[in-house]
């Protein structure tokens, strides 16, 4: 298993169950499900936003030591995102709250691609395609009317 899919495939997470904040009687704590059925409690304040959760779920396993090496947030947040009741936590500006998201809930990782990604795959198939013809028959675009 490649260390950068660990947090949300799921690799052994030997930390203690809450992030380093101390949890107050504002937060809110989560459970959140990996995709190997695995699952974490994590607390953010209970008017978080979706930015928060995923860096406090980032601190949780910037704690534990992984064996095998370092976790690509850029990589797990571009191919999997949280999921509550069926809709995916992609606006990292939403509050938790507008999902009905609360104590003690369960939240799930789910495989997405973001619209970035997707855009940066598609510009690159473009651009190195138009690159093979340009270089092998010497192409320049032109337009054509019909």
Not at 7 to 26: H, M, N, Q, R
Not at 109 to 128: C, D, I, N, P, Y
Request: some cysteine; glycine content about 6%; hydrophobic content about 40%.
């Amino acid at each position: 298993m490649k260390a950068i899919e660990a947090a949300a495939l799921g690799a052994g997470d030997e930390s203690p169950l809450l992030a380093k904040e101390e949890c107050t009687s504002a937060s809110i704590r989560l459970c959140i499900f990996r995709m190997d059925k695995t699952s974490f409690d994590v607390s953010v304040p209970g008017t978080a936003s979706v930015l928060e959760l995923k860096k406090a779920i980032e601190e949780k396993f910037g704690d534990s030591q992984m064996e095998e090496g370092k976790i690509s947030w850029c990589h797990v947040w571009g191919n999997f995102c949280l999921a509550y009741d069926d809709q995916e936590l992609i606006n990292d500006r939403s509050l938790l709250s507008s999902f009905g998201i609360k104590d003690s809930d369960e939240l799930f990782f789910v495989r997405h691609m973001s619209s970035a990604t997707q855009g940066e795959k598609l510009h690159r198939r473009r651009h190195s395609t138009f690159g093979v013809f340009k270089k092998k028959y010497g192409l320049r675009l032109l337009m054509v009317q019909t």
